[in-house]
């Protein structure tokens, strides 16, 4: 039997951690694009005292996160998966609630993502063990540094609400 490229690629990787790895990566992806969704409504949406400070932050959580979101889609690739990002899709795959539209001051915008990043990491630390027990160490480290900037970017935001 004449073996694919991608089967040689994935040598050493169990199918059942390819699969687990895959969807991992796409509960994942949902999330972090519904997250990168809520962020620039803020960000479009935020008014107060600081303005500026708190709309570039959130420009800079969105960069963060789109860089994140690639780097799981194409992993997926990698795995022979289909990485699954349509609108429709992720709203009805997040596990994160819906983003309130009706916020404009800035602390209330900081609050609402603060929970939905909480959330999100507690959901890729579960992944990060997830993949790891399947086999995947490479699946894992991306979630370990997906954790690692979500991580920073809430410091950040939390450190607007300090009095």
């Not at 687990?20 to 796409?26: A, H, K, P, R």
């Not at 001051?105 to 909480?118: K, N, S, V, W």
């Amino acid at each position: 039997m004449k073996e694919t490229i991608m089967a040689v690629a994935l040598k050493g990787l169990s199918d059942n951690a390819r699969k687990t790895s895959i969807s991992e990566l796409n509960g994942r992806l949902a999330d972090s694009i519904a997250l990168a969704l809520a962020v620039k409504q803020a960000h479009w949406n935020v008014k107060g005292r600081n303005f500026i400070a708190v709309h570039e932050l959130f420009d800079t959580v969105h960069t963060n996160l789109r860089e994140q979101i690639d780097v799981m889609a194409e992993r997926v690739q990698q795995l022979d998966g289909v990485a699954i990002g349509t609108a429709e899709k992720v709203s009805g795959a997040t596990t994160l609630p819906e983003y309130p539209t009706g916020l404009t001051r800035a602390e209330d915008h900081i609050r609402a993502l603060c929970d939905r990043f909480r959330d999100h990491g507690e959901r890729l630390r579960i992944a990060i063990d997830a993949t790891d027990e399947a086999g995947d160490a490479d699946t894992a480290d991306i979630f370990t540094a997906a954790s690692r900037s979500l991580d920073k970017d809430l410091w950040f935001m939390e450190s607007h609400l300090e009095e």
